[in-house]
């Protein structure tokens, strides 16, 4: 981490005449110098703070620096900070894996043991404040030219009803040739499936029953033994296990698929997770069925979770096999099938219907799966909603629900071309999903075409949106050091102090419950304009602090301690030293947030009534409006000051 200014930068003051004799050294080093601390001057004067707000750095001690590739609020108020691997090949070749969990409040850490890989996984809040987590890199990518062993998918077929087959990793499959594959990863083949049939004679006597017998199948990726071509092979054939005999070496083989020398992408886990924010540990639970690697997972109005896109278990991008996750049961059953490209951003609407974004961070044809749309799980129908500037360019954009969440507007924000493609585009667009016949309506542009976006709701209304970057990952110097509040309302944005750290691919922020914004990560390709200088992490985190706060630092909205649930009203009740200050109130869930994608925050508006110092507040009981789950309540004045939130838990 980068150390903080020091007290004499802090405490420069330069004069008008100072200004002058730098001028007059004719020396750009001294301009540019005399700028900085000009600059620095300016930025923490308490007038700019009041209209702009500020940043500052997060003193992180080293031992807990990681690469912030997912972030997670509790209802503890604790910060879960996931890294995995954190995309660097020797931590994971080691068997090294990072989680965080930081108190803002403290500015305390730990770490956490991280059971698998949740390098590009999923997460979403559950209905009793645990974060599931979901999906993960089984393998790192080989790019073409790197590939030396032929590779590709093995079905691995059990047709025994009576065991399951478990297939170690090193697992060796041997072609009718002579030629060995060998495993890469556990995989268990679970039992065949017997079926009965009863059958009738013409005199309708019973005959003895038919049985049939239907193999299970599971996936494993193989590689040849033998480098070189020799190990190529488009042909489909039965391959026996080597090592296996008699009955079991029947019953038990491999289907090949393609096996090849191109390019080898990354692969997807099953495993799955809840981590429990009292006991602070990952407490595992069923696997998914199918692998995932950047998969979306987004929380349904009766609290299960469902679990879409992703690459699979050899690197292929599902066709549309999603699961939905029960937390009662902690197990998955299949969801109804729709493709999309990785990290769609879902996002849960009235009836029940799922609102598609267009958003999503890469991974699949340019052609297919790109148009926003209402997807109606019940029924498996998908309407498109046109009317959206720019469509070629939803990869990386920044998409959310625009507050209040009874509104039904989602707003989408900047993205970038499919791939590495240059392309980036300054549009913002908003949808009203309450139409009849929804369409996007231009918004105000960005100050310049923006991928990488983050965007989080405020509890005034407002929309804080910072960083991202012009060009791919950062490429040629292009992040951009920009902020600026989105206003709903009026539909225009306003400038907000700049960031001092540059954040583009695999960066987050998310608001904490003191009314600050925290961001964190960035994964860029390059360190110089030139692109000559390979990147590196970003692992400094950067806190904004709003106007209202410096406005009204010691003068905010106090709520005092009150109850953690609903009443059978639906209602719950704070008392304040100053309730004509309560002007508005909003519930609002905590993010889970990576790859731009942050489909849990919403901010919902209550209704408010006072009697002498109570203040009560009423929660919509539209499950679909407001999912079960833990909950941040502010309370704004007519300034738009927040109070700090006080954690409700909507059953």
Known sequence: MAPQLSSRTKKTVLGVSGVAILLGLNAPAALDFAGDQYHAYKIAQPEYKAKYGSWSYVDIPEKFRTNAIHAALLHTGKVLIVAGSGNEQKKFDAGSFDTVLWDPVKNTYKKIPTPEDFFCSGHAQLPDGRLL??????????LDGEVERAGGGMRVKNESPDRAVFLKKGTRFRSPAGVEYVTRFDVTVPKAKRTFKVTYDRSGAMRPWRTSVTASERRVWVEAVEKGPLSVTEKQAQYEIVGLKGERA??????????TLEKQDYQGIRGAYEFDPVAEKYVPVEPMDKARWYPTLVGLEDGRVLAASGLDDVGMIDPGDNEIYDPKTKKWTPGPKRYFPTYPALFLTKGNKLFYSGSNAGYGPADEGREPGLWDLEKNTFKKVPGLKDKDQLETSSSLMLPPAQDQKVMVLGGGGVGESKKSTPRTAVVDLKKADPEFVAGPDLPQGT????????????VFTTNGSRDYRGRSASNILRAQFYDPESNSFTEAAAPTVGRNYHSEALLLPDGRVVTFGSDPLFDDQQNTKLGHFEQRMEIFTPPALHRAAANRPVLKDGPKTLDARHRVTFRTAHPERVVKARLMRPSAVTHTTDVEQRSIALGVTKQGDAVTFEVPRDRALVPPGWYMLFVTDADGTPSEAKWVHVK
């Open 451 to 462: 991928r990488y976006l983050n965007s989080v709701i405020m509890p005034d209304d407002s």
């Open 133 to 142: 987590v979901a999906g993960g890199t089984a393998r790192y990518e080989l």
């Open 250 to 259: 029947a019953n038990v083989y491999g289907l090949s698929e393609k096996i």
